[in-house]
């Protein structure tokens, strides 16, 4: 989800292990050369997805930690991709401290249908990444407490 910590979790991840970090928003958005939320305005969130998968499928993991986007558990055959290549940690946040760290959806990129509300997508999405996880994180408090964790877990 959006606000959970991906990015700056796996950025630390990746330091750590001295890993290639990768952020598949930002894969996107150099592919295309566009913003997340330019190519959701212009091609819709159908065609997003696809492009999503594609670019998600595209990564090669040797000694990479990918940061997913909130909505790569959309697509089957990525996540079967990337949960056959590696580790899934599903970084578990509260909808309340969700809504804490982003005040404004709107030009994130988030992906959701036109009537449903940010709570009603956080709650469809819970229960698809935990179906995905191999492991499930925290990171309700500090970003050093979930990283404690994960190395635990690893």
């Given at each position: 989800?959006?606000g959970?910590?991906?990015?700056?979790?796996?950025?630390e991840?990746?330091?750590?292990?001295?890993?290639k970090?990768?952020?598949?928003d930002?894969?996107?958005?150099?592919?295309n050369n566009k913003?997340?939320?330019?190519?959701?305005?212009e091609?819709?969130n159908d065609?997003?997805?696809?492009?999503?998968?594609?670019?998600?499928?595209s990564?090669?993991?040797?000694?990479?930690?990918?940061a997913?986007?909130?909505s790569?558990?959309?697509?089957?055959?990525?996540?079967?991709?990337?949960?056959?290549?590696?580790?899934?940690i599903?970084?578990?946040?509260?909808?309340?401290?969700?809504?804490?760290?982003?005040s404004?959806?709107?030009d994130?990129?988030?992906v959701?249908?036109?009537?449903?509300?940010?709570?009603q997508?956080?709650?469809e999405r819970e229960?698809?990444?935990?179906?995905f996880?191999?492991?499930?994180?925290?990171?309700?408090?500090?970003?050093?407490?979930?990283?404690?964790?994960?190395?635990?877990?690893?």
């Amino acid at each position: 989800m959006a606000g959970a910590g991906k990015s700056s979790i796996g950025k630390e991840l990746a330091k750590h292990f001295n890993f290639k970090f990768i952020d598949s928003d930002k894969l996107i958005e150099d592919i295309n050369n566009k913003s997340l939320q330019e190519i959701l305005d212009e091609r819709g969130n159908d065609e997003f997805k696809k492009i999503e998968e594609a670019a998600l499928m595209s990564v090669k993991f040797n000694q990479t930690i990918l940061a997913t986007g909130g909505s790569a558990i959309f697509s089957k055959d990525a996540m079967s991709y990337i949960k056959n290549n590696s580790s899934v940690i599903f970084i578990e946040v509260s909808l309340k401290e969700i809504l804490n760290r982003i005040s404004n959806f709107s030009d994130r990129g988030f992906v959701k249908a036109t009537e449903q509300t940010i709570q009603q997508a956080f709650y469809e999405r819970e229960d698809i990444y935990r179906g995905f996880a191999d492991h499930i994180v925290t990171n309700n408090r500090d970003l050093e407490s979930c990283l404690k964790e994960i190395l635990r877990i690893i």
